[in-house]
């Protein structure tokens, strides 16, 4: 065959994989969904694939892509005043105390100085936030990106990464574009050059407009303790990591093409 022929050959195979991972979300199905992967005690199990000589050479013609997450909202929220009822959201085992681990956290309390004047904050963790991350940074480089202030959100990711060392790079204020209306979009150029490898997930839409083709919605979260975003979020992120170009599958939302779990 051709060193032409070749070519085309890859580039048929790359829209078949595009086709079939489009297919795969839009009929909410997944390698591995949460009704079978149960431990004994009910609760979710660590999201993996077999290690296949198919899955090596997957993982060889797929290099490891970045997820960029957002802070509040997204994977926290934070409140100038304790609340009780969200003391046991994110903690307990791998984070899941939103099944009645009986393992409750306070949360995290915050103290920023800025010009001179000092606010608490009580920050909380989104049901699930710690199994997560556990799951996805074995499948992603994994970035903060917050509109947030540093002197805020460094002790929160720090709280959040709790010395796993699995939050890799963290991005403030100062790296987001303020718009006229005193909202922030962030260019994910700023986090990696290669946007076909990159993708952000935000409760705000306005935060990935300059990216669009990048964005992953996500409900925003303040209190519901039976909220269960982050784990809809994972059948789609482990297929993503397998596609060549992130915006491929990611803008046939606007074709209608399929819908992200909401």
């Known amino acids: 065959m051709s060193a032409k022929s070749e070519k085309g050959k890859d580039k048929e195979i790359h829209t078949l994989d595009e086709v079939s991972l489009a297919i795969r ?14 431990s ?14 198919v899955m090596h050479e997957r993982r060889s013609r797929f290099p490891q892509k970045t997820l960029v997450l ?3 909202e997204t994977l926290i929220h934070s409140t100038s ?11 307990g085992f791998f984070g899941l105390g939103s099944i009645g681990r009986g393992n409750k956290s306070p949360g995290h309390t915050v103290e920023v100085i800025l010009g001179g004047k000092h606010t608490q904050y009580h920050v909380y963790k989104r049901p699930f936030v710690d199994f997560f991350l556990r799951t996805v ?11 947030s202030m540093q002197e805020y959100a460094d002790p ?3 709280w959040l990464d709790a010395g796993r060392g699995i939050l890799v790079q963290r991005f403030f204020r100062d790296s987001c574009t303020q718009l006229p209306n005193g909202t922030y979009t962030k260019d994910l150029a700023v986090v990696e050059k290669d946007l076909s490898r990159v993708c952000l997930v935000d409760n705000s839409p306005i935060s990935y407009r300059v990216n669009e083709a990048n964005g992953i919605p996500i409900e925003g979260w303040t209190d519901d303790p039976s909220d269960e975003a982050l784990l809809d979020l994972l ?3 482990d297929s993503l990591r397998f596609t060549k170009d992130v915006r491929h599958i990611l803008s046939l939302r606007s074709a209608g093409l399929y819908a992200l779990p909401s």
Do not use: E, H, Q
């Open 25 to 38: 979300l839009k009929l909410g199905s997944s390698a591995m969904s949460r009704s079978s992967t149960s």
């Open 81 to 91: 005043r304790p609340n009780p009822s969200l003391a046991s959201s994110g903690s």
């Open 70 to 72: 957002d802070l509040d």
């Open 235 to 237: 059948p789609v992120l």
């Open 40 to 53: 004994a005690d009910g609760s979710p199990a660590p999201l993996s694939r077999a290690s296949t000589p």
């Open 137 to 147: 940074s074995g499948w992603y480089t994994l970035v903060i990106f917050t509109a």
């Open 156 to 158: 929160v990711i720090d």
